[in-house]
């Protein structure tokens, strides 16, 4: 079974300052993709960015990015220019796809707070 | 377009009680995913539909849980004699199919009483 972790309950920034956030994985599968998700009070989950690891390159969205590291199964989330709007619970997930899954395996969150 | 949509958006019931869930996917969208929040956690899997069939629930906690989509669209969760452990928001997702980015409804929040 794939597990994902994510060791900061929570974390804070400075409005347009950078923030990582940590999330590392246990797996055995060859084939999976990574995610994080925002979800706001609002509860609605919504993607920020995806990894399929089978690709070196990190992923970028805009502001966000990742850093994947295949050897050591980590994946954090680097936000740049943090902005008010970012403040939002931070889900890494993963779908351990080789064995047909399509099922999201998500960590336990962390909180993040944007200080204006 | 329309987003995933999820009805009610809160749900207040008593122990014992039968209570539906409904999620309505983007349109076009083959594959129907069911994740459970509790408060404080991350969504855990309970099923997910590839057209009309269910093609994994093993994420379904016992069998008073069950789920439907008799029409490849619309799902619907339902839940028999509930606990209060069954508390909790459900969340729907809907993609592509395969890997294809899974968008999340906002959820039902259920509270047994």
């Known amino acids: 079974a794939q597990t994902v972790t994510q060791s900061q309950p929570e974390m804070s920034v400075q409005e347009a300052e950078t923030v990582t956030l940590s999330c590392t994985y246990d797996t055995s599968e060859s084939d999976y993709y990574l995610f994080w998700y925002k979800q706001p009070p609002s509860r609605q989950m919504i993607l920020v960015i995806r990894?399929?690891?089978?690709?070196?390159q990190n992923a970028t969205e805009n502001r966000f990015s990742v850093n994947f590291q295949k050897a050591a199964k980590s994946f954090s989330l680097k936000i740049s220019d943090s902005q008010l709007g970012d403040a939002a619970m931070y889900f890494c997930a993963s779908i351990p796809y080789s064995q047909g899954a399509q099922k999201l395996v998500f960590g336990q969150g962390t909180r993040l707070t944007i200080n204006p | 377009g329309a987003g995933v949509s999820q009805t009610p958006s809160n749900k207040v019931t008593e122990k014992g009680k039968y209570v539906e869930l409904r999620c309505d996917p983007i349109s076009g969208h083959t594959a129907l995913y069911w994740y459970r929040q509790s408060l404080g956690q991350g969504p855990e899997f309970l099923i997910y539909f590839q057209g009309t069939g269910a093609a994994d629930d093993s994420g379904l906690p016992n069998d008073r849980f069950f789920a439907v989509r008799p029409e490849g669209s619309v799902s619907t969760l339902k839940i028999q004699r509930t606990e209060r452990g069954d508390s909790a928001v459900y969340l729907c997702?809907?993609?592509?199919?395969?890997?294809?980015?899974?968008?999340f409804g906002p959820g039902t929040r259920l509270l047994v009483l």
């Open positions: 990894q399929e690891a089978y690709k070196q």
């Open positions: 997702a809907s993609s592509l199919g395969g890997v294809e980015t899974q968008y």
